[in-house]
């Protein structure tokens, strides 16, 4: 079996060293466009399995190309990258699991035409999206009525610095829509958006982390595929105490808008400035890295109250050199392509993680993610 | 009689109409740049003693100029123009008041100059400084040892708005360094310079006021006529509780800077596109205000502990249409100039209110104030 990786980041490294480790898988092939991040990544995967490929992602041909001949594919892209990777996948059919959660409903949009093509698109499958989802979706469907979902999940460094006790990953750019876009969530079974920042609490994870606080972000595929299902739900972004009342401070003030202001004379974006005065400010320390996570849904069951809610506290790996972020985001869709190839998943569509690891493989799904060290744990 | 003042603003403009109130002042020269703002005054003024004058007060010759043959002069002037404007004074031999309080050591420093030339130039004769400083000294000179002095001031909106719950009165850059510059004030009979918003507390003041916060500001003068006299002094800023977490983030994080940074291949100064910002947000509302000024002095008086103190919440005057800042800024320098065409004042050189204002003139000073409507009042 050959198992195409595309992307071979701070993620997409863990999973080519992973799907190598398997016995049924005889090839990896990991794509990225630098030859430096191909070259670290066959340096860290250590495997005579993986194959390097040096290719233009960003061109539909080629992701197509890459693709073609392959079992499945794993893509490990920058979120702009991820609908064309659906999209070639479907053309070079190839089964693909994405880590990506952004633009839900133009990929589902495409279910029929990847059924048509005979492969399982998985999207969003990673920690958040992903596991998140996963245990969501299980806890409505223990109960007989769902009230109310809430999802926390946060990338925290082990050791935060001052003044915003957060490291970017990779860079702030990206993870700006949290403090400049609107949050999908649902209230009395109907999507609706919060404003950015809104809904700021505290919340306490257990040792190393502590106080934190948590905010409205979006909550992507489950908005959808828990509609019907569930009369509120929203997910959280947890940071360290302190950063997003700052972070806050600025949004409110104008600074993070992308509006031209006029200033002595020259057109200034106030959100790029914050980013060239941030940036810096949320580097350096090291790669030790925490991903926390918790999903509580409340609701009745048998016709009493009942809640059903897991946790997990994940820490830097540093026998196998995996981040966290690298690990619990890699790792679920490893094992959706372990099981897509051992005919555990007859499905074929675009379909979410939320779908296809809940009943009967729920609990094989939090073995599997145990066995390779990302541990979930039911909560009171 | 006759009295030249300099800069028709909002202070200005009240100060000539109270000017103009006085039976032993036959001639008021309102002196400003703009023929507006001159209009302006002389309408407010309302009184045929009022001359109006267009001139470029920027020119330190036009300053010596407007002053020759006039036998006193109040400079209502922005901080660039004081010192100037003293030099000026002294070159006119005509008696100056000075509203403006920084740039101490410079003006001190002509101390000599002006005695040879049979003047008084009071400095810093606003409310703060100004009568702030003088009920401090007076706190000093009633104990026996002075330990700690403690000044608050600010102006208020009467009805403060979000986000930042303060209205610039001149133009946001004008209060700017108290954001961003270190504020001086004594330690063991010390100078020390204290970080810019430091030393955040809540203080409180009456109806219609109620919660605030101060941060530490430039104690100015007293810093330095109360060095030996004193053990500890400092100066602290009043605004609406909110104001200063708000903008001790923008600080903390760079925003306020005045160091170029890189956007995009231009440099932005941080600070402009923070004026450019913040400036629409803390403008607006009515132009009523309020002024709150707070002095506590403790230490030791007959071996036991003492403390002075004395506290004044001034409001809009709606009958006069003076607004609280101009009030209490330009009454102190028009009794000032009125206690010293009558001979009351026969010191001559620079001198300070609360080298002045204090002993047997204290509570003269406070009953002149009161008499035309500031009210300070001794407090527990």
Chains 1, 2 share one sequence.
Request: aromatic content about 6%; some cysteine; charged content about 20%.
């Amino acid at each position: 079996m050959k198992v195409t990786v595309l992307g071979t980041g701070m993620i997409g490294k863990v999973i080519v060293k992973e799907l190598a480790l398997l016995p049924g898988i005889t090839r990896v092939v990991a794509v990225d466009g630098q030859q430096a991040a191909v070259d670290a990544c066959l340096a860290f995967a250590g495997s005579a399995k993986v194959q390097g490929r040096v290719a233009d992602l960003g061109d539909p041909d080629v992701l197509v190309d890459v693709m073609t001949g392959s079992d499945a594919a794993i893509a490990a892209l920058p979120h702009a990258l991820s609908l064309s990777a659906v999209e070639a996948a479907i053309q070079a059919k190839c089964h693909l699991v994405d880590l990506v959660g952004s633009r839900y409903p133009e990929k589902v949009a495409l279910h029929e035409r990847a059924r048509a093509a005979g492969i399982l698109v998985v999207v969003g499958c990673g920690v958040a999206p992903g596991i998140l989802n996963v245990l969501t979706a299980r806890g409505v469907e223990l109960l007989d009525e769902a009230e109310d979902a809430v999802m926390y999940c946060g990338g925290l460094p082990r050791h935060p610095q001052p003044p915003l006790w957060y490291q970017v990953v990779f860079r702030l750019e990206s993870v700006m829509g949290l403090y400049t876009r609107p949050a999908l969530a649902l209230e009395q079974h109907a999507l609706v958006q919060r404003p950015p920042l809104s809904g700021l609490e505290s919340c306490t994870f257990p040792e190393p982390v502590g106080e934190c606080e948590a905010v409205y972000s979006d909550a992507h595929s489950v908005a959808y595929t828990l509609r019907g299902k569930v009369r509120r739900l929203s997910e959280k972004t947890v940071r360290y105490k302190g950063h997003f009342a700052k972070m806050g401070v600025l949004a409110e003030l104008g600074f993070l808008s992308d509006e031209p202001v006029s200033v002595d004379g020259s057109e200034v974006r106030p959100r790029r400035l914050a980013l060239a005065l941030l940036e810096p400010q949320l580097q350096g320390g090291p790669e030790q890295d925490i991903t926390v996570l918790r999903a509580i849904v409340t609701g009745k069951k048998g016709g009493n109250p009942a809640r059903f809610a897991w946790e997990m506290v994940d820490v830097y790996d540093g026998e196998r050199r995996y981040t966290s972020m690298g690990k619990t985001t890699g790792v679920p869709a490893v094992i959706a392509v372990e099981w897509l190839l051992l005919g555990r998943l007859p499905e074929r569509g675009v379909l979410t993680p939320e779908e296809l690891f809940v009943g009967e493989r729920f609990e094989l799904f939090l073995a599997a993610l145990r066995g390779r060290g990302v541990v979930v744990t039911a909560s009171a």
